[in-house]
Structures are given as C-alpha cells and as structure tokens.
C-alpha cells in the first residue's frame, strides 16, 4: 500500500494495488470520526462514480474498490478528495438510519458455561467475564455494568469478521465508553448469538466459532439468516447495516424462549424504525440526543 497523503481535512489517502483506495477519517475512534466516515459512505454511495465496484465503511475509514479501465484513479481521488472536504463539518448533516430493538438474555447459562471452560484464557480465571468488565471499568457489580450497557443506544459502525456481525460504539460522551481487554487467548468456540466486547466495541456474533471478546449475554433472535425464512431478512440474509442504531433490551429466560419459539414458527419480527441522525446534535450532546432519538414513531 502506497504511503498516505493527507488534506486540509485532516483525511488520508493510501492506494493498495490498482482497485482499491482506503481513506483514514482519523487515528482513534469517537463519534464524530464514525459520523464523518459514514457521511462520506452515503455520499459516495448517492454520487456513485461509473467504476466504483464497492464501498466499505469501517469503525473511522473506508475503503473503496474500483475499476481503473473505468474509473481513473486521479479522477476517482479528486472527487473522494471533494466529498470529503463537503463532509467534513457534520453540522447541517444527517445519517439515514434504522433504529433496531434487540432482546439480550444478560448473564445467560450458555455463555457462563463457555467462559468456565476457557477460564485459563482470560485475565482473571477466577472471575467471570461480568464481574471483569465491571471491576475494569470501576463499577460495583455486573448489575450495574449491565445496566450501562443498555442504558444507551449503540451504532454500526461496520459489519464483517463472519457473515453479519457488527461492530457498534455506545453512542455516549468519550469518557464514558466501557471499555474491556479481549480474552488473553482466544477461544475455540463462543455460542452463537453471545453479545462480545472487546476495546470499546460491542459485537453480536452471528454464528458460533471462536473468538475473544468478553461474553455479557446472548441475543434472542437471529441477525443472520442465510435462507431468509424470516421476515426481516427479505431483502438481505445479514440484518445489520453500517449507520443503524441499536438498542438492547433485556429479557427474561421466559422471554427468551417465546422468541426463540416465535422464530422457529418464523413469525418473529424485530421492533425496526426508520430514523434520521443528527450528527452534529449527537456529537454535541449525546444524552439529551439519545432520548429525542429513542422517542422514533414505531412503523405498523
């Protein structure tokens, strides 16, 4: 990969062989990095050069494959480069979005099994993934960790690693990110569906396999249906997209095992609304953003 270039925004530029150009939004991850870099997601998309192939968001860049007998790379990085310069200042600007429920069995059977059987792979053998996060992030009980988990909405801020798995960021103030080491080792396997953190990022994996984020719980409904026998996946077998909000919602083992049952009938459908953000007023002000943004007319 080419060495970068930068603008007078603050974006980098690195060519990787002849079909693929990365663009370096910043070096750390916050809020109004991820916004800039799926502003100029959608941009791009809207704008849609003849010769671009692909546009991959990720957490604070993306990364752009594109045909050069159609699309000159000089061409292609004057107007990257124009865009950028366009979306640099999120004020005024605005994301389409999807704000998506998600139902989250909290301190599962399934998950606690797993992290006892991998015990030797964490920091501390001796406890559980929980009461980690909690002590690493100064809080008195993985009670009250949970409760900061899914007392605020989390973004997209890309989708990948296996088949429908996105990465979010909580959408608070920087100083109040939970933040988790990965597992020292990895595991060789971690039960599908388990709600992961590792860094600042959450994750839900999709299917079972290894991994080595810390395991908090276990979704209730699928967010990847290869076959698309469910409602929600009509138009794509991976639920998630960069930019969409997400809310977990804890339930009850009950209420797990009805949806589970609502699944199986393939009756289940998630609580998903279309929502517009505010990038700038996000930034600015999550708390007061997030309660404005959580208030979203359901669609019937």
């Known amino acids: 990969m080419s060495a970068p270039t930068e603008t007078a925004a603050g974006f980098r530029y690195s060519w990787g062989g002849d079909e693929f150009l990365f663009v370096e939004v910043a070096e750390e991850m916050d809020l109004a990095a991820n916004f800039r870099a799926a502003a100029l997601c959608q941009r791009l998309a809207a704008d849609r050069p003849a010769g671009i192939i692909d546009i991959c968001p990720s957490n604070a860049s993306l990364l752009l494959r594109f ?14 480069r ?7 200042d999120l004020a005024g600007q605005v994301l389409s979005s999807r704000l998506i429920e998600v139902p989250v069995w909290y301190d599962d059977p399934f998950t606690n099994e797993v992290g006892e059987r991998f015990r030797d792979n964490r920091h501390e053998p001796d406890s559980t993934d929980l009461d980690f996060a909690a002590t690493q992030n100064g809080l008195a009980s993985r009670a009250e960790f949970i409760s900061r988990h899914h ?7 890309m989708v990948g690693f296996v088949a429908g798995l996105p990465f979010m ?3 608070v103030p ?8 990965k597992y020292l080792l990895p595991r060789t396997d971690t039960p599908k569906l388990t709600i992961g953190h590792g860094g600042c990022f959450s994750c839900i994996y999709s299917v079972r396999g290894a991994g080595g984020y810390q395991m908090f ?17 009509a138009d794509s077998a991976v639920l998630f997209r960069p930019g969409d909000v997400v809310t977990y919602t804890p339930v009850t083992e009950e209420r797990y095992r009805e949806i589970q049952a609502e699944v199986a009938a393939g009756t289940w459908r998630y609580d998903l609304r ?8 996000a930034v600015a002000d999550p708390r007061a953003y ?4 959580l208030e979203a007319p359901r669609v019937p």
Not at 151 to 157: D, E, K, R, Y
Not at 217 to 233: E, M
């Open 67 to 80: 045909d050069p007998d159609v699309l000159a790379p000089d061409v292609l990085l004057a107007r990257v």
């Open 274 to 281: 279309p929502v517009t953000v505010d990038l700038a007023a």
């Open 290 to 293: 997030n309660e404005r943004l």
């Open 169 to 171: 960021y909580q959408m």
């Open 82 to 88: 124009e865009l950028a310069t366009e979306t640099a």
């Open 151 to 157: 007392s605020a909405p989390w973004i997209v801020t």
């Open 174 to 181: 920087r100083a109040e990110q939970l933040e988790v080491p």
């Open 217 to 233: 719980g276990v979704a209730a409904a699928p967010i990847y249906d290869p076959r698309q026998t469910l409602a929600d996946f």
